[in-house]
């Protein structure tokens, strides 16, 4: 099943439905602030092991990582310092996962490498649905074979073709508007640094004869990555 959100005004029913597949053991595919992953209820250890079979994952050797909605009650899934707590509240919510000693409430499958990877991402949709859960989220990226076209696991009409069998699911949270390249610019070169981001088209062609390429961000940062875009993206007949 697909399903149209947006970053705010979703239709309650449709939030309702996911949130109630989830209670169910159910599997959903979703955005993040990264790319489209696919999780389930933290706190059911099936619906997790299905997922650690989809992705060919040992939970005995790989770290497992969680959505939270916020900080709130993070102890009550890891185990956090005040250092780490004051690190976490100022990079979250944004595209990072801390790896931290497992808590007393996640089941038994997290207790396998006493370690949890913690993410609240600077995404609307997922956190709503978080919130609305009440309880964390398993999540992982979803698996990309060799050679196979990105766009399996960008594209929400594509994801569906792909992995309709294996989600209950999909959530279409549409392309990133373009103030969220703005927002995520200023935040990052307020840390010194400088950031790039960049929309990608051109599906099965663009892979063989180079994709349309948008970037946006830090006007510094275009030197630096310019001739490495212009040699990957595509090409009109004189080669400009």
């Not at 149209?4 to 955005?31: A, C, F, S, W």
């Not at 250092?83 to 919510?93: A, C, D, E, S």
């Not at 892979?207 to 490495?228: F, N, T």
Request: glycine share 8%; hydrophobic share 35%.
């Amino acid at each position: 099943m697909l399903i149209k959100l947006y970053e705010k005004n979703n239709n309650p029913k449709d939030l309702d439905r996911i949130v109630q597949t989830l209670e169910e053991g159910g599997i959903i595919i979703y955005p993040t602030d990264t790319m489209y992953a696919i999780g389930c209820h933290a706190l059911k250890e099936r619906p997790i092991e299905r997922i650690c079979r989809l992705k060919g994952i040992d939970p005995r050797k790989h770290n497992l990582s969680i959505i939270c909605y916020d900080l709130s009650n993070i102890s009550e899934y890891a185990k956090v310092d005040n250092n780490t707590f004051k690190l976490m509240k100022r990079n979250l919510p944004g595209a990072f996962t801390f790896i931290l000693n497992t808590g007393s409430r996640l089941p038994k499958i997290f207790k396998n490498r006493k370690e949890v990877g913690i993410r609240i991402p600077d995404h609307a949709v997922i956190r709503e649905i978080c919130q609305l859960l009440d309880a964390p989220i398993l999540t992982t990226t979803l698996p990309l074979e060799d050679g196979e076209d990105i766009e399996y696991i960008t594209t929400p009409e594509l994801i569906a073709e792909k992995f309709g069998n294996e989600a209950d699911i999909i959530i279409d949270g549409g392309n990133s508007h373009f103030p969220d390249t703005a927002r995520r610019t200023a935040y990052v070169e307020s840390k010194g640094l400088l950031y790039i981001g960049t929309g990608v088209s051109g599906g099965e062609e663009g892979a063989l004869k180079g994709p349309s390429m948008m970037p946006g961000g830090s006007p510094a940062a275009w030197e630096s990555v310019k001739p490495i875009f212009q040699a990957i993206c595509a090409k009109v007949e004189d080669g400009s």
